[in-house]
Every structure is written in C-alpha cells, then in structure tokens.
C-alpha cells in the first residue's frame, strides 16, 4: 500500500515509524512532515487543510490510504471531502467524518451526546448571549473551583477554572463577548471534576474496536505541573493507577456506548477516539473526546502496539475491524518532550540540533524540526520527543533523561519530573 500522513509532528513521526515496520507498506509520504518522517519516506510540502492540494497528491502518488493526524482537517470535513468525491470515494481514510469529528470541534456537542447516551461526564451547562442570567445562576449552583469552556476550537487555551465566584462571572461574559472569538460565543460550564486525569484510545470501525493501550500526559509547562498548559510536556503508558478494574469500567460505561453512540446517531466514524478521563475514587468520568491520537501520548502509545499497524489501519478503513485483535508489550514506554525556551509562549526558531547519534537507547521522534543550510534545526515549540522502553517505569525514564540531555540546541528546555508522581 501507499500511505500517505498528514500532520507535522511527533505523532505523525511515531505513526509513520510503525508504519515503516509494516510488510504491507508500499510507499510512505508525509505532508508536510518534518526532519524525523523525512529519513522515513517522501515529505510532500502542503497544508493539510487545503483539501484540493491533497487530492491532487493522493491521486499523484496513487495512495490507498490516508492516514489524517491532527484535528482540524478532521473537523473542516476532509472525510466527507474524500466520500463526495468520485476520484476519493474509494480510498482508504483514517479519521472521523465532518459530524464525528464534532465531538472535539464542539464542547457543547460533545456534552450534549455523553448524556444522551448515559456516559459519565461532569454536570454541566450551555451558555450564550440569550442565556446570560441563567449562566450566573448555573455558576452560584455548583462549588468553586469553575470550570468554563468555550465550546469551539481555541488553540488548547479555551477552558479556565476560576476559584472566585465573581471572576468567574466576569470571565464568562467576557467570553461571550468574544475573548477567543467565535469559538467562544457559547460557554460550556462544567462541574469540577477532582480526580487523576488519563486517556484512553480506541481504534473503531464504526461498528467494532480495539482499545489501544492508555497513557497520561504531563499537560504544564512547570515541574510540579505547574504554569501555562502546553500540548503535552511528556506521557507515560501504562498508567499504573488504571488497573484491570478501572479499564473494564472504561469500556463498558464509557467506549461500548461511545461506539454504540455512533451508530445511533449515524456518526460515520473509522478513526481513533482519545478520550480524556478523570479517575475519581477509582470511577471514570469523560473530561473530553479528541477524533485523533494525542502528542505527546502518541509516541508511547505506539510503541507498545506488536500488531501491523498498516494491518489494523487497513481493517478499520474496511470496516473489518471485528477480525482483528490487538497485541499490547506490557512494558513501559516513556516519552519526554524537549521544547524551545520560551514556549508556550515566544520563542525562537532555526536553531541547529546536534547529539543524534550519540543517543543510545530510545527512539527519538521529530516534533517541531525542520532543515536549514542541510543542518536540522528547530521549527515549532515543541521540538523532539525522546521515548525509551522497558519493564520498569523508572529504567525507561532513565534512558528517556539521559538521551534529553545529550540532544541540544539553544535554551533546550524540559521537564524532569515526568512519571515521578507516578512512583
Ligand atoms: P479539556 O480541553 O476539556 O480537556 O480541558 C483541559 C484541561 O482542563 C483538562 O485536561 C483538565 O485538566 C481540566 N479540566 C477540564 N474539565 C474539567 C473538569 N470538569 N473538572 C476538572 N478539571 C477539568
Ligand atoms: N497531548 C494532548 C493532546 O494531544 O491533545
């Protein structure tokens, strides 16, 4: 088969790595990749939500299937793009459709299909310009700390928690107001959850599933998880506190009558489901569903699949998922992320990385890379996720730190304490 990955960064890197192992790859593109994907098939230099530009590169290559990385193609519609399209209709592609991939594009209609389909999730309420008044009332109802949301897309920075009732109130309007534009014209305000947070990840079909191996993710910038939030600083799968009863109750009150959902609702869906969770007391809750796989959880995900990768894609994209099982390593994977100083604010880019290969040990997955002048330099915030495996937690973190240190470039930056709340 020819595959062809759309996204830039880790994640595609460490979906693509899998997928060079596969005996039923042909070819390998990456659009538009980075310096890691490009040593692992051909890095083709578009925008991924340009859905004419990746026609054309399907039907050049003469891909079979597409696999679609981050969310937001997913939520412009670039299934039903490929569905409508008489040269499209009959190629392979792994993401949700336009009304799937809803459940991240929309807080509020995220909210709204949890409860119809009895998933547990935080009590909660929609709010827009019309319903002010009955917000500040929802607001004085439940416990401090709040929870606000702008129901729309806004950069992983749209949800607040808010200690002072009267802040929270003045917050809310000023989200309605427009603080992250049309994405927040409607609040979800949602009950505080207090518990562990973890993601779990499905594979679906639409009709069958696998459940892919969990993970957490280190969301803050600071050691100690504290600062601004980041995408994600480090992950670690498994996740030791998710035991066989917990993920039992994951799948039967959460991922069955998620899946069931779909069919109910005539959500087309052959893709994966990250769902965040809140372990309260050993009880699951949805905190949110994301239509794709997470980065940095990618990266430790991934590797502890035994399965073809390429295999199981294939079945999900035929609707053969039901013939397949999934094997799992059981040891640890560990990832820690190396940033650029200043992220997630400024930072700079087009610094030279160097110390490649002296890292012994761990697989070393491109975030935000790219080449100047031949040399590989830094392109985004988060540059390079650095994973190791083994069957303690701690021996792979290890091996994941001493490999972060010997990777440089300038005002390199990450955290050290990653997995230690684990332990
Ligand atoms: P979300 O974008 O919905 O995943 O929210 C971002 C982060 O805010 C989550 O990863 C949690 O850490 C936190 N969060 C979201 N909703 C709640 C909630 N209801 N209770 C507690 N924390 C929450
Ligand atoms: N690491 C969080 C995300 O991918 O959304």
């Known amino acids: 088969m020819n595959v062809l990955i759309l996204g830039s960064g880790g994640r595609e890197h460490a979906l693509g790595w899998k997928i060079a192992q596969s005996k039923k790859l042909n070819q390998l593109f990456f659009a538009p990749g980075n310096a890691g994907t490009h040593h692992l098939g051909q890095n083709i230099e578009l925008n ?3 859905f004419e530009d990746v026609k054309q590169t399907v039907l050049n290559q003469n891909i079979n299937l597409v696999i ?25 592609i792994i993401g949700p459709s336009k009304l799937g991939a809803t459940l991240e594009g929309s807080k509020d209609f995220a909210k709204a299909f949890m409860q119809k389909h009895n998933i547990p999730t935080a009590g909660y309420l929609s709010v827009n310009k019309n319903n002010l008044d009955e917000g500040f009332s929802f607001l004085e109802s439940v416990k401090a700390p709040y929870v606000l949301k702008a129901d729309g897309l806004a950069a992983g920075k749209g949800v607040l928690i808010i200690d002072n009732i009267e802040e929270a109130k003045s917050e809310l309007k000023s989200m309605i107001d427009g603080k992250f534009g049309e994405a927040s014209s409607t609040v979800v305000i949602e009950e505080f959850l207090d518990g562990i947070e973890l993601s779990v990840f499905v594979l679906t079909d639409g009709s069958s599933y696998l459940r892919l191996p969990e993970a957490k993710d280190y969301k803050r ?54 769902i965040g969770l809140m372990n309260i007391d ?31 894609l294939e079945a999900t994209a035929n609707g053969t998922l039901d013939q397949k099982t999934i094997q799992i390593n059981p040891q640890y994977a560990t990832t820690v992320m190396l940033v ?3 992220y997630p604010e400024s ?3 087009n610094k030279i990385i160097t110390g490649f290969n002296n890292c012994t040990g761990s697989e070393i997955f491109h975030a935000g890379t790219g080449f100047l002048n031949n040399e590989v330099v830094t392109k985004g915030g988060r540059v390079i996720a650095v994973t190791s495996i083994a069957n303690k937690m701690n021996d792979a ?23 230690l709340d684990l332990q």
């Not at 679609?68 to 392979?92: C, N, Q, R, Y």
């Not at 794709?292 to 199981?312: H, S």
């Not at 240190?405 to 930056?413: L, R, T, Y």
């Open 48 to 50: 991924p939500e340009n």
């Open 397 to 419: 973190l290890k091996i994941s730190f001493k490999n972060a240190e010997i990777i440089q470039f300038d005002k390199k930056n990450y955290r050290k304490d990653i997995g």
């Open 221 to 274: 910038i600071g050691e100690g998880d504290v600062g601004l939030n980041t995408g994600g600083m480090g992950a670690i799968s498994p996740v030791p506190f998710a035991d066989k009863e917990f993920l039992q109750k994951v799948e039967d009150r959460i991922i069955k009558p998620t899946i069931d959902g779909f069919n109910t609702d005539n959500i087309d869906y052959k893709g994966f489901v990250f």
């Open 68 to 92: 679609v990385g981050p969310e937001a193609p997913l939520v412009e519609g670039i299934v039903d793009f490929f569905k409508t399209d008489s040269d499209l209709k009959s190629i392979g």
């Open 282 to 312: 050993g009880e699951p809750f949805v905190i949110e569903y994301n239509v794709r796989m997470g980065d940095p959880e990618t990266e430790v995900v991934i590797p502890r699949i035994e399965n073809d990768l390429l295999d199981i």
């Open 347 to 349: 930072y700079e880019k």
């Open 340 to 342: 650029s100083g200043g």
